[in-house]
């Protein structure tokens, strides 16, 4: 199993990412499961589609910060408008909160270890629920 990581561009807050998903241009009908599923965008289609999809999930960075994760459901090739190929990361609506954990800007998406990979939170680790800002500052603390 391996990971994604990519960058979540226009979205300050994890409750702001959960409302966007929601928008009806951010959901697709998975043509195997026929459920409405948040879906992705993304240019390249991973080599590891394979790997990823034996319980790989999508890490997203907010704000500067690895805050969440969302399990991937699949991994499909798209046609774009244009002519130009896409690839469509389908995605599992349940955000799961990760902890904070600093990361530079990147463009596209990356390969993400689990050794690499923030743990998840639990609810008796009440940062969890700090402004991204407050999240941030603290993270790059060491606290």
């Avoid at 807050?13 to 009806?24: D, H, N, T, W």
């Avoid at 609810?123 to 603290?138: I, N």
């Amino acid at each position: 199993m391996i990971n994604l990581i990519k960058l979540v561009v226009g979205v300050t807050s994890l409750e702001e990412l959960a409302e966007r998903q929601k928008l009806p241009t951010n959901l697709r009908l998975h043509p195997t499961s026929g459920r409405m599923l948040p879906i992705v965008h993304t240019r390249a289609f991973p080599k590891q589609a394979d790997m990823l999809l034996q319980g790989g999930s999508l890490y997203r960075v907010i704000a500067g910060l690895i805050l969440c994760r969302q399990q991937l459901v699949d991994i499909l090739p798209e046609a774009r408008p244009d002519g130009t190929q896409g690839t469509l990361l389908f995605i599992d609506p349940k955000i799961i909160r990760v902890e904070a954990r600093a990361l530079r800007p990147f463009q596209g998406w990356r390969y993400l270890r689990p050794a690499d990979a923030p743990p998840d939170l639990t609810g008796s680790q009440g940062h969890d629920q700090l402004p991204p800002s407050l999240q941030k500052e603290l993270t790059l603390l060491g606290l």
